[in-house]
C-alpha cells in the first residue's frame, strides 16, 4: 500500500513538475514575442523572492544602466552609514558648481544658486526617488567615486556589473553609458539581496526601500498593465536618442508585492531601440504582465 501511494505521490510530483515548465516555457515565448516589438536588445530577469523560481530571457547580456546605477550606488552609501563613515542626517554643502547645466535635476531647480547645505537623507530621496542627476554625483563625490560602488558591489558576490561614469561622465559622449553596464540576471540578483533584512542595518534597510517605493519617473513602465494600487519599489534608467534615432536605455528594476503577499523581483533592459517611448514603455508593461500572470497561475492568488 505504502508502495502504491508512493507512486502515485512521485506521478503527480511528475505532473506538476512538467506543467510548471511548461508554463516556463510559454512565458519565455511570449516575451520573446513581446520583446520584438522594441526593435531593440531587451534583457529581462523575474525571480519569486519566497519560491526561487527564477525565468530570465537574454538574462546574461550586458546592458547599459544609465539610472539603475543608482540603486547600487544607494546601496553602497547605506553601507557606508552602516559602517559608521556617515550618518542619514549628516549635512553635505552643495556649492552651484555642482548643479550642473543640462542635465535631470529637481535639487538644482529648487535650489539653483546652490550654497546650501542638505542631508545624505535627502541627497540619497532625490537621487533614488526622483532620479536626480546632480544628487547622484554629489554623493559619489562624498564616499569616493564610482569604483568604490563597483568594488564593493563585487565584494559580495555580484560581479557582472561595472560602474565606471558619473552622470556628468556619461553626458560628455554617447558610448561613454556603455562602461556603466550589468546583466538582468544579475541585477535581479542584487534586487534580491539587497532585500534580505540582515543585508544593511535595519533603518538604512527600510530607508532605502522607502525611497524605492516612491519613485515617481516610468510609471508607464513596470507598473503600466498592474493593478491601481499595486506596491512596486524601482529605479529607472533611460538615455537620450542619438542622431541614427538609437535609443540606449529604457530601464526599470524592481520588487512587486503580489496579491498572495509573495514578492516577484523584475528587472528589464530595452536596449539600442529605435521606436518611441511610448511603445518602449509598452514594451515593458506587458512583459512585467505576463510575468504577473504567470507567478499568480503558477503560485497562486
Known amino acids: 500500500m505504502r508502495t502504491k501511494i508512493a507512486s502515485i505521490l512521485f506521478f503527480l510530483l511528475i505532473c506538476a513538475s512538467a506543467s510548471f515548465a511548461q508554463q516556463a516555457d510559454s512565458l519565455r515565448n511570449i516575451i520573446a514575442t513581446i520583446a520584438q516589438d522594441a526593435k531593440g536588445t531587451v534583457g529581462f530577469c523575474m525571480m519569486n523572492v519566497e519560491t526561487r523560481d527564477?525565468?530570465?530571457?537574454?538574462g546574461r547580456l550586458h546592458m547599459p544602466m544609465q539610472s539603475?546605477?543608482?540603486f547600487p550606488i544607494a546601496i553602497t552609501v547605506l553601507n557606508?552609514?552602516?559602517?559608521?563613515?556617515?550618518t542619514l542626517d549628516e549635512k553635505v554643502?552643495?556649492?552651484k558648481d555642482d548643479l550642473k547645466p543640462d542635465t535631470y535635476s529637481p535639487l538644482r531647480d529648487k535650489f539653483p544658486q546652490g550654497n546650501i547645505d542638505i542631508s545624505i537623507?535627502?541627497?540619497?530621496?532625490?537621487?533614488?526617488?526622483l532620479s536626480d542627476n546632480?544628487?547622484?554625483?554629489i554623493l559619489l563625490k562624498e564616499i569616493g567615486g564610482t569604483a568604490h560602488v563597483e568594488n564593493f558591489m563585487h565584494s559580495f558576490g555580484v560581479k557582472n556589473i561595472a560602474v565606471k561614469a558619473t552622470e556628468f561622465q556619461m553626458a560628455q559622449g554617447w558610448d561613454v553609458?556603455?562602461?556603466n553596464w550589468t546583466t538582468a540576471f544579475e541585477m535581479a540578483r542584487l534586487l534580491d539581496i539587497a532585500n534580505k533584512p540582515n543585508f544593511l542595518s535595519k533603518e538604512s534597510h527600510a530607508y532605502l526601500w522607502k525611497i524605492m517605493q516612491e519613485t515617481s519617473t516610468g510609471p508607464k513602465q513596470i507598473k503600466g498593465l498592474l493593478p491601481a494600487g499595486t506596491i512596486v519599489a524601482h529605479k529607472t534608467g533611460r538615455s537620450g536618442t542619438n542622431d541614427q534615432g538609437?535609443?540606449?536605455?529604457?530601464?526599470d528594476v524592481g520588487i512587486i508585492t503580489l496579491p498572495n503577499g509573495k514578492h516577484l523581483v523584475i528587472a528589464i533592459f530595452v536596449s539600442n531601440s529605435t521606436v518611441d517611448l511610448p511603445t518602449r514603455e509598452d514594451v515593458m508593461a506587458r512583459i512585467t504582465k505576463a510575468a504577473w500572470d504567470y507567478s499568480l497561475a503558477v503560485h497562486g492568488q
Open 68 to 70: 539603475v546605477m543608482k
Open 93 to 95: 554643502h552643495i556649492e
Open 246 to 251: 538609437i535609443t540606449a536605455a529604457t530601464n
Open 134 to 137: 546632480n544628487a547622484c554625483d
Open 177 to 179: 553609458q556603455y562602461t
Open 80 to 86: 557606508d552609514i552602516d559602517e559608521g563613515r556617515f
Open 54 to 58: 527564477t525565468l530570465s530571457y537574454n
Open 121 to 129: 537623507r535627502e541627497l540619497l530621496s532625490y537621487m533614488v526617488s
